[in-house]
């Protein structure tokens, strides 16, 4: 199905919802509402002629006024829709949002011309335009480019540009698991005053979807290690490297990547600073057994860098050495190893 603009759009999803809800919902559409018993919390456990779920067609969106319940139509949709139905949902976005995403300048012998940007947006970046706070995301500008040149950035794949109503420029990365964009970050690259340097999505409002690692598909099989570092332009930066997007694996994060790649094995490389080493300390004291780590702080440190990103834009000698198995396999430790380094001081 081919959607051709936002009004469109609206009415389908709006469908799509109603066809979703369960017979005994009591739902009933008024103009730009359909009003409905709750699905998620069941509702008032008192009163059944009670509905306190309201989806709100204009806004694509769904609050529940009995558990407060409060998301955009998508993630509502994953709670409520049958996986064809969903499937098919997010087909359809997809070619929305591409036909929708805008164009970008083109001159050919001399003529302007436009074409579209080639790039898919899945369900959890619409939320950002949904929310009314930002435009469609674009091929990433030549600005922010440039910032990810300076990164040492080689594969820009996971990135966009994205503008906010205000003008104000932002990197999206993407997140990506078998192919599907799950997940996502926004990077204040320019240092906007006021604002965090890393903006994340609330978890409630994708769905319950978590953070999962970034880099995940990227990982290369021949080669049994992945290494898990607290950013992304760090993940970068090593041979098989990805990011946790803080210092601690979460129970998801190592489920999502044993699924993935069962063979390989986990280990962690957090930042060489103190809140880097701390962590390092405690996730090796409460993880004797299954979680390998990355003993490189020295050379980052006879440098003046505290991280693999910082050391790898010194030049290609050390960016090479962070993509050099030989030598991250002989900086690998056990849990063990790194425990009675750390009691020694």
């Known amino acids: ?129 949904e929310s009314g706070n930002y435009e469609s995301p674009t091929a990433l500008t030549q600005e922010a480019s440039d910032y990810l040149d300076s990164r040492m950035v080689g594969n820009k794949d996971c990135f966009l540009s994205i503008t906010d109503k205000k003008g104000r420029q932002f990197i999206l990365i993407l997140y990506k698991y078998l192919g599907d964009c799950i997940f996502y970050q926004l990077h204040n690259y320019t240092e906007i005053f006021g604002i965090p340097k890393y903006l994340f999505p609330n978890s409630e409002e994708l769905g319950g979807q978590e953070k999962p690692p970034f880099g995940i598909d990227s990982i290369d099989p021949s080669w049994k290690y992945i290494i898990c570092c607290e950013g992304v332009y760090d993940a970068l930066s090593y041979a098989n490297g990805v990011a946790l997007s803080g210092r601690v694996v979460t129970a998801y994060q190592k489920t999502l990547l044993a699924k993935r790649w069962p063979a390989h094995k986990i280990v962690m490389a957090f930042d060489n600073d103190l809140a880097g080493k701390t962590s390092m300390k405690k996730l090796a004291a409460e993880n004797p057994r299954d979680l390998l780590f990355l003993d490189i702080g020295d050379v980052f440190s006879k440098f003046g860098k505290k991280d693999a990103n910082d050391f790898a834009k010194l030049g290609e000698s050390a960016a090479g050495l962070l993509k050099n198995r030989k030598f991250l396999e002989s900086r690998i430790k056990s849990a063990l190893e790194m425990n009675v380094q750390f009691q020694l001081g």
């Open 1 to 129: 199905m081919q959607i051709a603009d936002e009004i469109s759009w609206r009415n389908y999803l709006a469908d799509v919802v109603w066809n979703s809800l369960p017979v005994d919902s009591g739902k009933v559409k008024h103009q730009d509402q359909i009003n409905f018993r709750c699905p998620i919390c069941g509702d008032s456990k008192r009163n059944r002629s009670k509905k306190r779920g309201f989806y709100y067609i204009s806004t694509k969106s769904y609050h529940c006024f009995n558990c407060g319940a409060n998301m955009m139509a998508i993630p509502f949709l994953r709670k409520i829709a049958p996986d064809g139905v969903l499937y098919d949902v997010m087909k359809t976005y997809d070619g929305f949002k591409l036909a929708s995403i805008g164009s970008k300048r083109v001159f050919t012998n001399g003529e302007e011309s436009k074409e579209l940007v080639p790039c898919t947006i899945v369900p959890a970046w619409g939320l950002l335009v």
